[in-house]
């Protein structure tokens, strides 16, 4: 989200969730969002809520510069790219889900990282398959799209498994590119 908002040049106040401490499952929390899940944007009097839906709020109503194309058919396969990142990736590695793994099946740490980083990599390399079709110097062609904005995350979260992502060359190239961009770049500086 950070990087949607910096593309769009929307200032913000963060506030910061820390979910290894669970303040994202605290009764507080919940009154800000039902979900209990990160982020939450508050902007034009709205509280938004999962990731896609506020980074689609943010291009609809400030369409500079556009994160989705103006075709339908590339809206729909950007949209598809997102949802690989967004749908099978991310979600299998996030915390809740390994420490379901530790405490339901009293699994190790090393298994539950395991888990995600066969996960990710088994996702990673259908993503290449896709963009392999779609990419140029990013998801979809020469275009920032918001399939970038989900794809650079999840490229910086695969360091935590040990995912070598320079076995996907297209994955490597479009993340060299987006790493260049102030937006992408800065996002992490945070």
């Known amino acids: 989200m950070r990087i949607a908002l910096a593309l769009k040049s929307i200032e913000y106040e963060p506030v910061w969730i820390d979910l290894g401490r669970g303040e994202h499952l605290s009764d507080e929390y919940a009154a800000v969002t039902a979900t209990r899940q990160v982020p939450c944007l508050e902007i034009d009097g709205q509280r938004l809520f999962q990731r896609v839906a506020i980074v689609e709020y943010l291009d609809e109503t400030r369409p500079e510069p556009p994160l989705l194309p103006l075709d339908p058919t590339d809206r729909a396969t950007v949209r598809g790219l997102t949802e690989?990142?967004?749908?099978?990736?991310?979600?299998?590695?996030?915390?809740?889900?390994?420490?379901?793994?530790?405490?339901?099946?009293?699994?190790?740490?090393?298994?539950?990282?395991?888990?995600?980083?066969?996960?990710?990599?088994?996702?990673?390399?259908?993503?290449?398959?896709a963009l392999i079709k779609t990419s140029g110097r990013y998801c979809s062609g020469d275009q920032v799209t918001i399939a970038d904005v989900f794809l650079f995350p999840q490229i910086e979260a695969a360091d935590r498994f040990d995912v070598e992502v320079t076995t996907w060359p297209v994955i490597s190239s479009v993340s060299q590119n987006l790493k260049v961009l102030p937006a992408f770049a800065d996002s992490y500086a945070a």
């Open 84 to 129: 690989v990142v967004n749908s099978l990736i991310q979600p299998l590695h996030n915390k809740a889900v390994r420490d379901q793994l530790r405490n339901q099946f009293n699994t190790r740490e090393s298994s539950a990282k395991s888990w995600s980083r066969y996960w990710i990599e088994r996702r990673l390399g259908d993503l290449e398959s």
